[in-house]
Nanobody, 125 residues
């Protein structure tokens, strides 16, 4: 069974940094688009960032552009989300997801097939 497992969520102060990790169990995911979404309390889940299978193409939500960086290490079956200059509005459960490679990289939930359980990020003001 394919699994995505997120880690790295924590409580951090405004302006701080966190790095989320997502480890996947299927070798074939190395050829899939990987992405991060987030869901804040009372809000719908939203796209954060995506990365192509090679790592050569990335896509970001406007709200995180310039502050967050997505990367991947296919040898370790791991995707990362480096989050800098965190703001209280970044507080959410962050989900890792995988989907079939497409161009441009998907930003909708229905473009992804496998999801992790999520990791909580809380940014205090």
């Amino acid at each position: 069974q394919v699994q995505l497992v997120e880690s790295g969520g924590s409580l951090v102060q405004t302006g701080g940094s966190l790095r989320l990790s997502c480890t996947h169990s299927a070798r074939t995911f190395s050829f899939w688009t990987m992405a991060w979404f987030r869901q804040a309390p009372g809000k719908e889940r939203e796209f954060v960032a995506a990365i192509s299978w090679s790592g050569g193409t990335t896509r970001y939500a406007d709200s995180v552009k310039g502050r967050f960086t997505i990367s991947r290490d296919n040898a370790k079956n791991t995707v990362y989300l480096q989050m800098n200059s965190l703001k209280p509005q970044d507080t959410a459960v962050y989900y890792c997801t995988a989907g079939v490679q497409r161009q441009p990289l998907g930003i909708r939930e229905d473009e992804y097939d496998y999801w992790g359980q999520g990791t909580q990020v809380t940014v205090s003001s």
